[in-house]
């Protein structure tokens, strides 16, 4: 048996064993193992492919950010990435996003490789987030902007129709906006409208049909959660056109909003295309909206409209209230309007 190393007492505890120089990994090395374990980790949980890459792409990001391995990051560190991604736009989700990332990666390594690293790198592994920079303090230092009117919208939609007679690429543009009516109308996300097949528009059911949402976004490890979303305030008609003129000069595939080769149109794709066609319209940037912010007005105007809180939440696909809350963002005038339409039934009911 070998020689059993010598252990050394030295302030704070016992000190790890000695380690040859020559054997030590290079640290960004050993920060690529943790990152591959980290993930392995996600896929034994039986995490969805699409969501591991997902979630990869955002841990590098948040790497990225750093000019050291994430065991010798400290509090200003992470003060520094809030504060570039605070003044690069980044929205107050998406600075969680990084900041649970971070959490969470961090807490896989002290907990698998504290050890290791202080016996390799001679150096302790100290939480990063302190109570200066935890979660609770990036929500609401930015006010979120309230979603595009329901005027704003109608004017939109008119110049998206009227140029159908004029573009080039007919089928891509008709396509483009089928998908969008689609996101304001029955408020899907952008990524369970492009998983939508031909086969998950039924108008026979309800009294205008329904959309099959077969891949809601799943909480945690749950799997897909499918709902069924009304197609409202004439989605039945624009899809019907859409599904009897449009797609059949399309390729003869399954996905309801394909690219050229009749692959579902990716995100991305779709995110520039409709910001193209904004520039195009030659409104002013703070007219300007992503896909995601024809959904949240889809809720804030059928809250407006009446729809119980509830419903929107079911029609939403949210699992908490809290985050249909967080979407519902009625107009400045909002509540004097109800005002006035309460006040104008009391009268009403009081004159007979």
């Not at 039945?236 to 056109?241: C, G, I, N, S």
Request: proline share 8%; hydrophobic share 40%.
């Amino acid at each position: 048996m070998g020689e059993r190393p010598f252990l050394r007492l030295v302030e704070g505890g016992p000190a790890a064993p000695a380690v040859d120089p020559g054997r030590v990994p290079d640290v960004w090395a050993f920060q690529a193992g943790c990152v591959q374990a980290f993930a392995d980790t996600w896929v034994v949980r039986g995490f969805a492919a699409t969501t591991i890459t997902s979630y990869t792409s955002l841990l590098q990001r948040v790497l990225d950010h750093f000019d050291r391995p994430v065991w010798r990051i400290e509090p200003a560190h992470v003060d520094a990435m809030l504060h570039d991604l605070l003044f690069a736009g980044r929205t107050a989700g998406t600075r969680r996003g990084y900041l649970d990332m971070l959490r969470a990666f961090h807490t896989f390594v002290r907990l698998r490789y504290a050890a290791r690293i202080r016996t390799l790198y001679q150096v302790p592994v100290h939480d990063p987030l302190d109570r200066f920079n935890r979660l609770r303090h990036v929500w609401d230092d930015t006010p979120r902007p309230l979603p595009p009117s329901a005027e704003r919208l109608t004017a939109f939609f008119a110049f998206a129709r009227a140029r159908l007679a004029a573009v080039s690429d007919y089928p891509a543009a008709a396509r483009d906006y089928a998908l969008l009516r689609t996101l304001y109308h029955s408020a899907p996300r952008l990524s369970e409208a492009l998983h939508l097949d031909r086969y998950d528009v039924h108008p026979e059911l309800g009294p205008a049909g329904k959309l099959h949402v077969r891949f809601g976004k799943a909480a945690g490890a749950s799997g897909p959660r499918p709902r069924w979303a009304p197609m409202l305030d004439g989605l039945d008609q624009v899809l019907a056109w859409y599904q009897s003129d449009v797609r059949p000069l399309l390729p003869d595939t399954t996905a309801l909003f394909c690219d050229a080769h009749g692959r579902p149109l990716k995100p991305e794709t779709a995110r520039d295309r409709l910001a193209r066609l904004l520039q195009g319209e030659g409104r002013p940037e703070s007219d300007r909206f992503t896909p995601h912010d024809l959904r949240r007005a889809g809720a804030t105007h059928h809250y407006e409209q009446g729809m119980d809180l509830l419903i929107v939440q079911q029609l939403l696909g949210h699992r908490h209230i809290a985050s249909t809350m967080a979407y519902v963002r009625p107009s400045l005038t909002f509540v004097e309007d109800a005002w006035r339409g309460a006040t104008s039934t009391t009268v009403t009911g009081l004159t007979g």
